[in-house]
């Protein structure tokens, strides 16, 4: 299976560069996965697409400002640390920039020395495992010192970091933000439950390995990176009985989605717990609890187009994404949303 079976041209000025000033104004195309047939909605209908007994289920991972830039003592030259994954207590997994300048051993320095920091380890994916050194609580520090790490394609500055997070965000600790919630509104929600929706949350810390390209031409040789993921017993108990009960089970994301895919057990119950996720779904592949997926509008050949191509079809989603740039959807992040049903 190629990746080039799943690219397509974007004009780049429909690359959405800010949010909108209310979330639920965005467009809603939705999907008919079986037919391909295609919509055209505002989100704020979306609680009209849903019906009693659905379960929708959100990722509320709360976006640290992982985005450190710094100097090395001595030399006095620029770097850039994006914090993806904490391994252990102080010790992360990050994102280096200059790469070839930071060997093991290497130190670095935040802000006038408030932050210092040494390279432990350059693993095989030029990624490093990078040894902190601070007083008081890390995430405090980086409240003080890091910035929002927005994807490249986003070259406006973010003037309220909040709109790169979900209303209901909680638990911090994602690289990045899971941009299909970004639509929702506590109203929204309100008028989800109202219908007799049961609206529950599950935790995954999203990396940028998600948003990787592929870089082989069989996707089936892509390696996907491991992100961190916690299923409550709550939102499992819940997912299953809307399933016993003939409800759909709506994954806001394809973080949900994934995680919704990898926790569920042969039996086909969703299990509750944590574990280190690392699923890769693409066309070939057999949902086993996500009926219904709500999210955002992909780049070519990513993972995420992948995904969304095994639930509705590659020609039906590619045939979306034709009618969407026509109609001059708004694309990534702060972009237009899809709900595929």
Partial sequence: MDKRDFYFDLPPELIAQTALEKRDSSRLLTLDKNSGAVGHRIFSDLPELLRAGDCLVLNDSRVIPARLIGNRPGTGGAVELILLTERENGLWECLVKPGRRLRENARIEFGGGELTASVEHVKEDGNRLVRFDYSGIFLETLERLGQMPLPPYITKRLDNPERYQTVY?????????????????????????????????????????????????????????????IVPEATADAVNAARENGGRVVAVGTTSCRTLEYMTGNDGR???????????IYPGYSFRQTDALL??????????????????????????????IAQKYRFFSFGDAMLIY
Avoid at 201 to 223: A, E, M, Q, S, Y
Avoid at 270 to 280: A, E, P, R
Wanted: charged share 20%.
């Fill in 169 to 229: 965000s909680k638990p911090p600790g994602s690289a990045a933000a899971p941009t299909a919630g970004l639509h929702f509104t506590e109203q929204t929600l309100e008028r989800i439950r109202d219908r007799g929706v049961d609206v529950r949350f599950l935790t995954l810390h999203v990396g940028l390995g998600t948003f990787r390209p592929v870089k082989v031409n069989d996707i089936r040789d892509h390696t996907m990176h491991s992100e961190f993921c």
């Fill in 270 to 280: 969703l299990q509750s717990g944590s574990v280190w996720n690392d699923i890769f």
């Fill in 295 to 324: 999210t955002n509008f992909h780049l070519p050949e990513s993972t995420l187009i992948m995904l969304i191509s095994a639930m509705a079809g590659r020609e039906n989603v590619l045939a979306a994404y034709a009618e969407a």
